[in-house]
Antibody
Framework: EVQLVESGGGLVQPGGSLRLSCAAS????????MNWVRQAPGKGLEWVSY????????YYADSVKGRFTISRDNAKNSLYLQMNSLRAEDTAVYYC??????????????WGQGTLVTVSS | DIQMTQSPSSLSASVGDRVTITCRAS??????LNWYQQKPGKAPKLLIY???SLQSGVPSRFSGSGSGTDFTLTISSLQPEDFATYYC???????????FGQGTRLEIK
């Protein structure tokens, strides 16, 4: 069974840092591209970052570029999101999500349960 | 950036109803369109990929159609477990900077 389990969320002051983790199991993690997607309280979904299966290709949303860093450790079946210089508007539930490619189109087929990050003084 | 606009933003319907949700892209995205269902406090679930293909395990009462800029998600006969929020997502952008619609909340009438 495919499982993605996020951890590392919590309350942090503006300007602070936090590192999120996503532990993967039930599939060959090193073969899959991964994303982080967030959802502010009561709001819609916002893509945050993408990383290729090898970790060699990375992209960020403009809203987090220069502040967040995505990485992965395929030996540990883990995905990470280092978040620095956090702002109130970064408050959200953060989901890790696996990429599937079918019919030459990609989608997010498995998601973790999410971890809440609250940025507040 | 490609903008995705869903309509309506909310919808009230009854069990057994046929429901259609629309998603419009700000530019042509061919069939690079996915649909997700999200229930309160839960992660999104992939329903439809490539505009019209049903994800494995998803009931056949869900269907998707469209190409270019206009897309629809149809639920042929609403079941109690279908009351949720639905999001469209474009996967056309290169690099893979995806965007989601704002969501359509489907409520019980």
């Amino acid at each position: 069974e495919v499982q993605l389990v996020e951890s590392g969320g919590g309350l942090v002051q503006p300007g602070g840092s936090l590192r999120l983790s996503c532990a993967a199991s039930g599939f060959t993690f090193s073969s899959y591209e991964m994303n982080w997607v967030r959802q502010a309280p009561g709001k819609g979904l916002e893509w945050v970052s993408y990383i290729s299966s090898s970790g060699s290709t990375i992209y960020y949303a403009d809203s987090v570029k220069g502040r967040f860093t995505i990485s992965r450790d395929n030996a540990k079946n883990s995905l990470y999101l280092q978040m620095n210089s956090l702002r109130a508007e970064d408050t959200a539930v953060y989901y890790c999500a696996r990429v599937t490619v079918q019919l030459e189109r990609w989608a997010l087929d498995y998601w973790g349960q999410g971890t809440l990050v609250t940025v507040s003084s | 950036d490609i903008q995705m606009t869903q309509s309506p933003s909310s919808l009230s319907a009854s069990v057994g109803d046929r429901v259609t949700i629309t998603c419009r892209a700000s530019q042509s995205i061919s069939s690079y369109l996915n649909w997700y269902q999200q229930k309160p406090g839960k992660a999104p679930k992939l329903l439809i990929y490539a505009a019209s293909s049903l994800q494995s395990g998803v009931p056949s009462r869900f269907s998707g159609s469209g190409s270019g800029t206009d897309f629809t998600l149809t639920i042929s006969s609403l079941q109690p477990e279908d009351f949720a929020t639905y999001y469209c997502q474009q996967s056309y952008s290169t690099p893979p900077e995806t965007t989601f619609g704002q969501g359509t909340r489907l409520e019980i009438k």
